[in-house]
């Protein structure tokens, strides 16, 4: 099988397959971006802002075409799809718009005469390394403000995005980011270890798995590179009280499901009061009751996608079948689809034992997993005992009690009653083995900045 290529989850059928990148021309890769580096950091900052608002109109313009080739790529459906290619533009277009005001130079104040400013300047060309889950989404919130800053981007993509990827690096060089600029790389992993290594390149951003963050993390600290890392949660939704039981099971429902469960901040972690936790998973079942396989790029009610491989999918059945073989109850769904497809029906599981393997793991699938709880210091001590930090949410008909709950969460990003905030101006990002480092909102500009210090003596 092809390394690169777009492979239909639905079928399993191989549609395209790309080269690899040879030794050779990853060395053109890196000589390319760092030539580009040197004349795109000449430019204003608001003349590299206007060739960015230009990716996000071309973005806008290649909607539809761009939310197919990622149904097709990864199994999303085009509803979803849209949602994503949606989102992306609004990312690029915000760091368009609001990214030279983030990185204008500021005076401090200083004890020596003269005059002390903070500059924000680009560091060189920025290795990128980015999952299939959301294939648009990842590359925006990590190329754009990096582009406006000053950097260059190389890309490399997962084996099955890309033709995603190329799509992206079109549109960057059709809005006038010079060639070299943005690059889809078809690279190996000892390869993105040479790149890592490669003077030429000054960080790297990887969203991954704790594993990939590991490896990706200990390369760049061996060359003393910046990195920044997302590397999953298993998030955890604590449902304290509601006066609609059934609405806020379906809002976790949505959630969960959303994207085949394929989602890093997902609510992976359903910790419910006792005194409704019969209830809302009444509801849970209700909701999963009933669906079928569908084709994503013509989903009709009851349907659902396939996940992104027929491998993902398998992995996704193990984990729940293990579950299930150290305690916990299968309530309903969790049925690997026969033959090449990747379906897998969503599922809700409850009574995963907490000294299981199982509690410790993230699903990255469409599984509701449901934990009975019986006051609100069990549910906190619940929801923190986790290795993954990157989001959790607090619900309740009081918001200062599910305040003073979600106040203790160890997690990067704490909510009440809402999952998850997302939005281009909301940063992204985790604690613990989450990761390190934020996307996204005012501060995802800084981390490959030089926040140089320039100081004028009196």
């Given at each position: 099988?092809?390394?690169?290529?777009v492979?239909?989850p639905?079928t399993?059928e191989?549609?395209?397959?790309?080269?690899s990148?040879?030794d050779a021309?990853?060395e053109e890769h890196?000589?390319?971006?760092?030539?580009a580096f040197?004349?795109?950091?000449e430019?204003?900052?608001?003349?590299?802002?206007?060739?960015?608002k230009r990716?996000?109109?071309i973005?806008a313009e290649?909607?539809?075409?761009?939310?197919?080739i990622?149904?097709?790529?990864?199994?999303?459906?085009?509803?979803?799809?849209?949602?994503?290619?949606d989102?992306?533009?609004?990312?690029?277009?915000?760091?368009a718009?609001y990214?030279?005001?983030l990185?204008?130079?500021?005076?401090?104040?200083?004890t020596?005469?003269?005059?002390a400013?903070?500059?924000h300047?680009?560091?060189?060309?920025l290795?990128?390394?980015?999952p299939w889950n959301?294939?648009y989404?990842q590359?925006?919130?990590?190329?754009a403000?990096n582009?406006?800053l000053?950097n260059t981007?190389l890309?490399?993509h997962?084996?099955?995005?890309?033709?995603s990827n190329?799509?992206?690096?079109?549109?960057?060089?059709?809005?006038g980011v010079?060639?070299?600029?943005y690059?889809?790389v078809?690279?190996?992993?000892d390869?993105?270890?040479?790149?890592?290594?490669?003077?030429?390149?000054?960080?790297?951003?990887?969203?991954?798995?704790?594993?990939?963050g590991a490896?990706i993390?200990?390369?760049?600290g061996?060359?003393?590179?910046k990195a920044?890392?997302?590397?999953?949660?298993?998030?955890?939704?604590v449902?304290?009280?509601?006066?609609?039981?059934?609405?806020?099971?379906?809002?976790?429902w949505?959630?969960?499901v959303?994207?085949?469960g394929?989602?890093?901040?997902?609510?992976?972690?359903?910790i419910?009061?006792?005194?409704?936790?019969?209830e809302?998973?009444?509801e849970?079942?209700k909701?999963a009751?009933?669906?079928?396989?569908?084709d994503q790029?013509?989903l009709?009610?009851g349907?659902?996608a396939?996940?992104?491989?027929?491998?993902a999918?398998?992995?996704?059945?193990a984990?729940?079948?293990?579950a299930?073989e150290?305690g916990?109850t299968l309530e309903v769904?969790g049925v690997l689809s026969?033959?090449?497809?990747?379906h897998?029906?969503?599922?809700?599981l409850?009574?995963?034992?907490?000294?299981?393997?199982?509690?410790?793991e993230?699903?990255?699938?469409?599984?509701a997993?449901?934990?009975k709880?019986?006051s609100?210091?069990?549910?906190?001590?619940?929801?923190?005992?986790?290795a993954?930090?990157?989001?959790g949410?607090v619900?309740?008909?009081?918001e200062?009690r599910?305040?003073?709950?979600?106040?203790?969460?160890?997690?990067?990003?704490?909510h009440?009653?809402?999952i998850?905030?997302?939005a281009a101006?909301?940063?992204?990002?985790g604690v613990?083995?989450?990761?390190?480092?934020?996307?996204?909102?005012?501060v995802?500009i800084?981390?490959?900045?030089?926040?140089?210090?320039?100081?004028?003596s009196?």
């Amino acid at each position: 099988m092809a390394k690169y290529r777009v492979q239909n989850p639905a079928t399993g059928e191989i549609i395209e397959s790309f080269e690899s990148a040879t030794d050779a021309q990853v060395e053109e890769h890196l000589a390319s971006s760092d030539a580009a580096f040197r004349e795109w950091r000449e430019r204003s900052v608001q003349e590299r802002a206007a060739v960015v608002k230009r990716v996000a109109e071309i973005f806008a313009e290649r909607r539809e075409e761009l939310a197919e080739i990622i149904a097709v790529e990864m199994g999303k459906s085009i509803a979803e799809s849209l949602d994503e290619v949606d989102f992306a533009t609004d990312i690029i277009e915000y760091y368009a718009v609001y990214g030279p005001g983030l990185i204008t130079d500021y005076e401090i104040p200083s004890t020596i005469p003269g005059k002390a400013v903070m500059e924000h300047l680009p560091v060189g060309v920025l290795l990128g390394v980015m999952p299939w889950n959301f294939p648009y989404y990842q590359v925006a919130r990590f190329a754009a403000p990096n582009l406006v800053l000053g950097n260059t981007i190389l890309l490399k993509h997962a084996d099955i995005c890309a033709k995603s990827n190329l799509a992206i690096q079109e549109i960057m060089e059709q809005a006038g980011v010079p060639v070299g600029g943005y690059q889809a790389v078809f690279t190996s992993h000892d390869q993105i270890a040479t790149m890592i290594a490669d003077p030429r390149v000054q960080g790297v951003s990887l969203t991954g798995s704790e594993r990939a963050g590991a490896i990706i993390g200990a390369q760049a600290g061996s060359h003393l590179k910046k990195a920044v890392l997302e590397l999953g949660g298993i998030d955890p939704m604590v449902v304290l009280d509601s006066d609609n039981v059934a609405e806020i099971a379906k809002t976790a429902w949505e959630f969960r499901v959303y994207n085949g469960g394929q989602v890093c901040n997902s609510n992976k972690r359903m910790i419910v009061m006792a005194d409704i936790y019969d209830e809302f998973v009444a509801e849970l079942k209700k909701l999963a009751t009933g669906l079928v396989p569908g084709d994503q790029l013509n989903l009709g009610e009851g349907e659902f996608a396939p996940l992104s491989t027929r491998a993902a999918a398998e992995t996704v059945n193990a984990q729940v079948q293990r579950a299930v073989e150290e305690g916990a109850t299968l309530e309903v769904g969790g049925v690997l689809s026969d033959g090449p497809g990747a379906h897998y029906s969503p599922a809700v599981l409850t009574g995963v034992p907490r000294d299981s393997a199982s509690y410790q793991e993230e699903i990255f699938g469409p599984v509701a997993t449901v934990y009975k709880v019986h006051s609100d210091e069990e549910a906190l001590e619940l929801a923190n005992d986790c290795a993954l930090g990157l989001g959790g949410s607090v619900f309740s008909t009081d918001e200062a009690r599910a305040a003073r709950v979600a106040s203790k969460l160890e997690v990067g990003m704490a909510h009440v009653n809402i999952i998850a905030a997302e939005a281009a101006e909301i940063p992204f990002g985790g604690v613990k083995r989450s990761g390190f480092g934020r996307e996204m909102g005012p501060v995802g500009i800084g981390e490959f900045a030089n926040k140089r210090l320039y100081f004028v003596s009196a």
